[in-house]
Every structure is written in C-alpha cells, then in structure tokens.
C-alpha cells in the first residue's frame, strides 16, 4: 500500500495499481507507521490524476443549511458544521478536498464525479497544489450525559454523573482529549481513534439552547 494523508494506493507486488481510496489517516498515523518494521517512506504517487492527464479543479460553493454543496445536480455531503460557509472543494476524481478561505484542508470525501467530468462543472479551475492537513488542536463543545459521559471522535469518555448535562469545551489534537468546564480541568484521556471530529456542537447543546 502506498499511503499519504489523501490518498490510499492498493498496489501489486510489481508496482501495479489495483485500487485508489480516499485515506483516513493523519501525518501523525502515518509516523507512527514509519515507526513499525514494515513501513518506510513512499517514491512518488502510483498515479497522477488517474493516469489521464486530467488536471485536478476547483471550484467554489457555498454550503447549503443541510451540510452539502451541489456539484451537477448531485448533492455532495460535507457537514452540517459547515452549513452557511463558502469552501473551495478540490477534486481529483478520487478525493474531494474541502479547504476553507486560507486553504486550510477541513475535510476529505470521496469525489462524486470522474475526472473527466470535473472540469465540465460551473465555475471549475485548474487546482493549485494540494493542501497541507490543518494543524493544531480542535475545539468542540459537548453536553454531558445523564451517566456523565460524552462523545467526541468516536470516543466514549466517562466524567462522572457529577457533571450530567453541563456543556463542557473539549479540545482535541493529534494524541489527546481534553475537557474543561470553564477554566477548569476536569479530565485528559489519550486520543484512541483517529476519526476526524464530525460536530462542533452535539444535537442535544441545540436542543437545550432552544429550551433555555
């Protein structure tokens, strides 16, 4: 496998492209990989814009109140956390690459479209280089459950029913979890997953706003 923070090459033993997927993995995932006996730094991509010398495009839309963005009447889900935002979205043909006004990378998705059919959509462009992963913690708010837990990246954290339903600030990076109530430390666990964070705010901190 030929791996980076976009993309994910399945290869034959030869060298032979079997299969592209978009990755999942962060810089951090991939030097804890280089760290193993198996893994070592990759020569260049097995494919550059699936060998058929299509470039990569951009284009510009605005996210709807539902979270997606319409690309030739097909609606692309990004994210209800970016819903009323303008995103540049950069395609390939494998990956859609959501990236803010500062070309921050928010987001990857697997692309809707062939290549082929990219550059056709409204307002395409030819794409600059690809983006750098954004770096630096993320945070996010959570209301605590009755059972004084909460959710964040796939990960359960136990707080204790001491604080059920206070909405907490908790602050992710690459290898820890933080919460906080107010200035106040209440835990900090090891991040055990690497799924991206998928809300800001829960459902149920919308909920408890509309009832207050």
Known sequence: MWISTAHLHVLTTSGARLKTVPSRLTAADLTRLLATADARVAG???ILALDEGYPAVEIDRLVSTAGTV?????????GTT??????????????????DEERSL??????????????????ARTAGSPPSPASGPVTVQRVVSIKGGIMVTGQKINLGRVHARKIVTVTVDDSHIAIHDDAETI????????????????????KRRKIV
């Not at 319409?70 to 990004?78: M, W, Y």
């Not at 970016?82 to 990236?99: F, H, K, P, S, Y």
């Not at 835990?187 to 919308?206: G, Y």
Request: hydrophobic residues 40%; contains cysteine.
């Open 187 to 206: 835990k900090v666990v090891t991040r055990t997953t690497t799924q991206e964070v998928a809300r800001i705010k829960s459902a149920d901190h919308t």
């Open 44 to 46: 260049p991509a097995p």
């Open 70 to 78: 319409s690309l030739a009447n097909r609606a692309l889900c990004i």
């Open 82 to 99: 970016l819903a009323g935002r303008r995103v540049t979205i950069r395609m390939d043909g494998i990956t859609a690459q959501i990236l």
């Open 106 to 123: 928010l987001r990857t998705v697997r692309c809707p479209l062939p290549i082929t059919e990219c550059g056709r959509l409204q307002g």
